[in-house]
């Protein structure tokens, strides 16, 4: 089965957003999203690592997570806050450096969604060194990846 078509869509400066059709209902996706402790199966990037998340079942508002991460080869930990969470439509979460990522989810028709993964950088303590690490484009590659995987799952 093909990969499902990944758009990048305008969302503002300094935020890199992709977007996917998923033939599933939103509420499917969103309690994926949702569970911090699903986030290693969600996230294909690879740099989300099994087994190291620590956190509420499942987030809600101002709610704080931990995630194991491993990148460069170098493994590390973050602790997340939740910024913005809307069920079944929106869940924003912040990293300890300012950046953010969000997913949004709009039911187009019964049963399939668009999904907007993006990675927000505007409010980053220091987005110029993001960019000389060409992060906004390795995280544009990481978007695609699991957006297509999101698709496939629910295929």
């Given at each position: 089965?093909?990969?499902?078509?990944?758009?990048t869509?305008?969302?503002?400066?300094?935020?890199?957003?992709?977007?996917?059709?998923?033939?599933?209902?939103?509420?499917?996706?969103?309690?994926?999203?949702?569970?911090?402790?699903?986030?290693?199966?969600?996230?294909?990037?690879?740099?989300?690592?099994?087994?190291?998340?620590?956190?509420?079942?499942?987030?809600?508002?101002?709610?704080?997570?931990?995630?194991?991460?491993?990148?460069?080869g170098?493994?590390?930990?973050?602790?997340?806050?939740?910024?913005?969470?809307?069920?079944?439509?929106?869940?924003?979460?912040?990293?300890?450096?300012?950046?953010?990522?969000?997913?949004?989810?709009?039911?187009?028709?019964?049963?399939?969604?668009?999904?907007?993964?993006?990675?927000?950088?505007?409010?980053?303590?220091?987005?110029?060194?993001?960019?000389?690490?060409?992060?906004?484009?390795?995280?544009?590659?990481?978007?695609?990846?699991?957006?297509?995987?999101?698709a496939?799952?629910?295929?």
């Amino acid at each position: 089965m093909p990969d499902a078509a990944v758009t990048t869509i305008e969302t503002g400066a300094r935020q890199v957003s992709c977007r996917v059709t998923v033939n599933a209902p939103a509420a499917a996706i969103f309690d994926l999203v949702a569970d911090p402790h699903r986030h290693p199966e969600l996230d294909g990037s690879g740099t989300v690592r099994d087994r190291a998340v620590k956190g509420p079942a499942r987030l809600s508002q101002g709610a704080t997570f931990g995630v194991g991460m491993k990148q460069y080869g170098v493994p590390y930990a973050i602790t997340s806050t939740v910024t913005a969470f809307v069920e079944d439509r929106l869940v924003e979460w912040q990293h300890p450096l300012g950046h953010r990522w969000r997913w949004a989810l709009e039911e187009t028709t019964p049963g399939t969604t668009q999904v907007t993964e993006t990675f927000d950088y505007a409010g980053a303590k220091a987005p110029k060194v993001l960019e000389v690490f060409r992060l906004p484009e390795k995280n544009k590659d990481g978007i695609t990846s699991t957006l297509q995987a999101l698709a496939r799952r629910f295929a």
